[in-house]
Each structure stands twice: as structure tokens, then as C-alpha cells.
């Protein structure tokens, strides 16, 4: 699911390229995308878009009459870009929002579809049932930061992906901030000390911050095309198996339903590994408690 830097990286993209043409058309591709009954789609058209900004991990485009599309990517949904003109690929569209110099392509892939677009008359209110409270980490102070994470007592990755306490940060920050800042992303939060609460607050804003850069400077003057949870400058999320880029160790994973969580056990756990739900129920007092351990074993079964 794109989180916050890659959707500040969409609404950064539309600002530039998109941001005062006129919508001439928009054509719904798919019966599940649209939650909305009034206003109908087609009353946006032959209006300027004035603004696009991110409420958590909504994309919101406002016109010049004060009304909005709302756009929530989901997992698997992307926007991308054509000039007028160019080709407009045919596989996956939920949407097309025809500007008057491009086309702007909905897109999911899979059968779920999980994927939202909301038709919201003007006014604040209108937002409302989009706004789940999170904080907004990069306008947070420390005290506020520290005031959420103690708000209720789950483990760290739990707190940090949680809408109603965080704003917009996913299973792929989560597991890069947690790394950052060296803690297990299995702390209880009402147990981490002030000095581990200082450097959360310090290693989110990093992470953030320099994931936004990075991610813009990739895209330039065009249009983010390969957004994705997985990125090879990443330092956890996605690299189960492969070495700690810091320590060499290997990254593991817990894994829960279709979810999963990246860490490194020597960078923060003291090398000790943590219990996968699953995993460490079926093999109990065979469960490994380092990585040490769990690469005998692994090495035992090859052989």
C-alpha cells in the first residue's frame, strides 16, 4: 500500500503537471471503485482542478468549485500519467480522468479491488469521515509524538501503522523507522524508556523525511510510474534472507495472515530472534532464540 512519502510524491507529481487544467471527462472503467452516490462523476467536468494534498494515505483533488475526489489507492492501486495523445495502457483501469493537455489512469491489479474513489461535495465537513485523528509526524513536536505512542499499550509496529494514532505510515516505514532507531518493532509501547521514545521520534521523522527526498528526486519533472512497497535502498522491509546492510546479519521476518514484518535481530534485538506467531507455537522448545541458531538448523536441513 503507497504511505505517506509515496503518496506526498503523487500529490507533488499532480500539483506540478496537473494542477489548473480543466477535467473534459471521467470515465469509470470498473462498478466497484465509486463508494460515492451524489455528487455524480460527471458533474466534475468542464472544472479546473485548484489543489491536491494527502490526508493520511488519500490522495484528495480539489476543483475550483469546492468540491473533491477522494482517492484511496488501497494495496494495490496506481495513478499514472499520458501526455494527450499518448497510448493509454488497457490492463487493470478502474478510471480515467481526461485533463485537457492528459489522461490521468487509475489503475489496480488483482481481483480484490479494494481500491476507492469518493465524489465529496465542498466544504470541511465533507472530509470528515476521511480524517481517522492521526498524527502528522512531520508537523508533531516531541510531546506530542511521545503523548500517541503511550496512548495504548501495543507493540511498536502495531502503534506506528495505526491510522487513529499515526498518520500514513505502513508496514514499509514502520519496519524501516523501527530499524532506525534500533528497537525491537515488538516493544510495548508503555515500555519503552523516554530516551528510546526520544529516538522513535527522531528516527520517524528521518525515515520520512528522506524517503519523500529520495523518492522525488527519483521522479524529477515526471510522474511517479513504479511506486512500490519495496525498494532496494530499503534497509529491512522486503530483504528477508539477505545480510544486514549495517551488521551482515540476516534479516528475518514475523509473518501474520498476509502481512509480515522485516528486522534485524543483531541491530535490534541483541541477536536474539523474535517469535514468529506461527512458527515458534508448532515448534515450541525447538524454536531458535538466535540467529546463530536458526542458520545451525537451516545448514542441518540442507545437509
Not at 500529490?11 to 471503485?33: D, H, M, W, Y
Not at 489503475?107 to 502528522?136: H, M, N, V
Request: hydrophobic share 35%; with cysteine.
Amino acid at each position: 500500500m503507497p504511505e505517506l512519502p509515496d503518496v506526498e510524491n503523487y500529490c507533488s507529481a499532480l500539483n506540478r503537471i496537473v494542477r489548473g487544467q480543466t477535467l473534459e471527462r471521467v470515465t469509470l472503467k470498473s462498478p466497484f471503485l465509486l463508494r460515492t452516490v451524489e455528487p455524480a462523476l460527471s458533474s466534475f467536468e468542464g472544472h479546473v482542478l485548484k489543489a491536491v494534498h494527502r490526508e493520511a494515505k488519500q490522495i484528495v483533488l480539489t476543483f475550483e468549485d469546492g468540491r473533491r475526489l477522494l482517492i484511496h489507492l488501497m494495496i494495490a492501486g496506481r495513478l499514472r500519467w499520458r501526455d494527450k495523445g499518448k497510448k493509454v495502457p488497457a490492463s487493470n483501469l478502474m478510471a480515467l480522468f481526461e485533463f485537457s493537455a492528459g489522461t490521468l489512469i487509475f489503475t489496480e491489479a488483482g481481483k480484490k479491488k479494494r481500491a476507492r474513489l469518493y465524489a465529496l461535495d465542498s466544504g470541511e465537513d465533507a472530509l470528515e469521515p476521511f480524517r481517522k485523528g492521526g498524527l502528522e509526524v512531520l508537523q508533531a513536536s516531541f510531546s506530542e509524538f511521545e503523548e500517541r505512542l503511550r496512548l495504548r499499550n501495543h507493540t511498536l509496529r502495531r502503534a506506528l501503522t495505526d491510522q487513529r494514532l499515526f498518520s500514513g505510515i505502513g508496514n514499509a516505514y514502520s519496519d524501516e523507522i523501527c530499524f532506525k532507531a534500533g528497537i525491537s518493532p515488538l516493544k510495548q509501547t508503555q515500555k519503552l524508556s523516554d530516551q528510546e521514545c526520544k529516538t522513535l521520534y527522531e528516527a520517524s521523522r528521518s525515515v520520512l523525511k528522506s524517503w519523500c527526498r529520495l523518492l522525488a528526486d527519483e521522479v524529477g519533472e515526471g510522474f511517479p510510474e513504479k511506486v512500490t512497497a519495496f525498494h532496494p535502498k530499503m534497509y529491512v522491509h522486503g530483504r528477508y534472507g539477505e545480510p544486514c546492510l549495517v551488521c551482515g546479519q540476516t534479516v528475518q521476518r514475523i509473518r501474520y495472515a498476509s502481512n509480515e514484518t522485516n528486522y534485524c535481530p543483531q541491530c535490534q534485538n541483541e541477536g536474539r530472534l523474535l517469535a514468529d506467531r506461527s512458527l515458534s507455537r508448532l515448534l515450541k522448545s525447538d524454536w531458535p532464540k538466535t540467529a546463530d541458531e536458526l542458520e545451525y538448523h537451516m545448514e542441518a536441513r540442507r545437509s
